[in-house]
Every structure is written in structure tokens, then in C-alpha cells.
């Protein structure tokens, strides 16, 4: 019996640390999810320096273990929407990756393109449904062009371009989720220092001869630039 109850003490405790650390590093991002970015409470600044079902059930069921407090429970939802939309689009990414035949290829693209756009921030869709679809299309669009085109002298200045537009516009914020400017300087040092990490990936793998992943690699930089620059045509047009 009391090996049983040690367990489960355990296991709250693993839960609730796994959700502290979302909380500190979604206070210091510019982005909870791929493409939608559910509203962030006011509660998560303390973490500086539309929830789902699931979300609020895994919080009612910290708050039944007296992990955490009935007030904090919409920042453990938070903390919970913001760990599946971090896990999700691997998976997703997998699967569509599995059914094109490309599992491998799918998890390096979507990997570098969370790294970046979790600091870099840009487009979000207005709905988690929305923002399936779309990161749907966008993953099989962009798994069959790195695919079919060779990485060739314009792929390697596209992705050059997107790397320098990307440590010049970040971050982006979103309208559920705004960057003071400390948030700002911080997210940008990060997101260059990511983007530069990339580069020196890309260009290892280039002189060691293993190349082939070198481009999906670079797609998923691409893909957080092509994001951003959305997000910025839809803050220019919102503004006429």
C-alpha cells in the first residue's frame, strides 16, 4: 500500500514538474502552438525570468491531488494545452510523414521548424480545427517539395534569406499572447542563436556528405519565415 500511494506521489509530482517547466518556458516564447495560440492567462507572468477538455480535466485532477490550487487551475490547463501542442505536431508530423513514406524526413523538418517558431512567433489560425488543417496541408506541401527539388543554389539562398528575415522580424507576437520588451529581446537572442545552431547543423552535415537531410532541415526554417511574413501582410492589411 504504501509503495502504491509513493508511486502516485511520483507520478503528480513528475506531472506537475513537466507542467512548472511548460509554464517557464512558455513565459519566455513568443509561441504555444504550430499555427494557434490559445489565450495566455494572467497568471503566467509570475513564470517570467479556449482551453480543451483534456487540458481541464488533467488540472481538476492536480487540484483532487492537492498538487496545486483551485486558482491556478486555468494556469495548469494552460500549461497542459500548451504541452500537446508541442507533442502533437510531432506525431502529426509522423504519421503524415509514415503515410508519404518519409517518417524520418518529417520529424527533422518539423523539429526545426518548432525550435525556431517557438521564439520566433507568426501566423496562428483562429481555431484548433483550423490550425489542424492547415498544418496538414502545410506538411505534406512542404515534405513533397523538399522531396522533389534538389538542393540546389536557389534552395540554399531561400534558406539563407529566411534564416537572415527571420533573426531581423522576431519575434511576432499574437493577439492572445503579447511580448513586453524584455520578452522581445530575449525571444530575438534566442531565436538567432536557433536559427545560427541550424546553420552550422546544416553546413556540417553538407561537408560530411550527409545531405540528404540537410534540406528538410532548411524547410522547416523556411516554413517559420513563410509564417511570419503572414503574420506580418495580415498585421498591414488588419491596419488599412
Not at 495560440?37 to 509570475?46: D, H, M
Not at 506525431?91 to 513514406?101: M, P
Not at 523539429?111 to 525556431?116: G, H, N, P
Not at 507568426?122 to 506538411?139: E, N, P, Q, R, T
Request: charged fraction near 20%; hydrophobic fraction near 50%; aromatic fraction near 12%.
Amino acid at each position: 500500500m504504501k509503495i502504491a500511494t509513493d508511486r502516485r506521489k511520483n507520478i503528480i509530482s513528475h506531472v506537475k514538474g513537466t507542467l512548472d517547466t511548460m509554464l517557464r518556458v512558455e513565459a519566455n516564447s513568443a509561441s504555444c502552438g504550430v499555427m494557434y495560440e490559445p489565450e495566455s492567462p494572467k497568471e503566467l507572468s509570475k513564470f517570467k525570468g479556449k482551453l480543451n477538455n483534456m487540458s481541464e480535466k488533467i488540472a481538476d485532477w492536480l487540484i483532487e491531488q492537492k498538487a496545486i490550487s483551485t486558482g491556478e487551475r486555468e494556469l495548469y490547463a494552460y500549461a497542459v494545452h500548451c504541452l500537446f501542442s508541442l507533442l502533437y505536431p510531432i506525431a502529426f508530423a509522423s504519421v503524415i510523414g509514415a503515410f508519404l513514406g518519409m517518417p524520418i524526413e518529417a520529424v527533422v523538418m518539423i523539429m526545426s521548424f518548432i525550435a525556431v517558431r517557438k521564439f520566433s512567433g507568426g501566423y496562428h489560425a483562429d481555431s484548433f480545427y483550423k490550425c489542424l488543417i492547415i498544418s496538414s496541408i502545410v506538411i505534406m506541401t512542404m515534405l513533397q517539395i523538399s522531396n522533389y527539388i534538389n538542393n540546389n543554389l536557389l534552395f540554399n539562398v531561400i534558406y539563407i534569406a529566411s534564416s537572415i528575415l527571420l533573426m531581423i522580424f522576431s519575434p511576432i507576437d499574437s493577439a492572445n499572447k503579447r511580448l513586453d520588451n524584455d520578452d522581445k529581446r530575449f525571444c530575438k537572442k534566442i531565436t538567432i542563436l536557433i536559427v545560427v545552431v541550424l546553420f552550422i547543423i546544416v553546413e556540417l552535415q553538407w561537408i560530411a556528405g550527409y545531405r540528404y537531410y540537410t534540406k528538410f532541415i532548411e524547410s522547416g526554417v523556411m516554413l517559420a519565415e513563410i509564417l511570419q511574413l503572414l503574420a506580418i501582410f495580415n498585421l498591414k492589411y488588419d491596419r488599412k
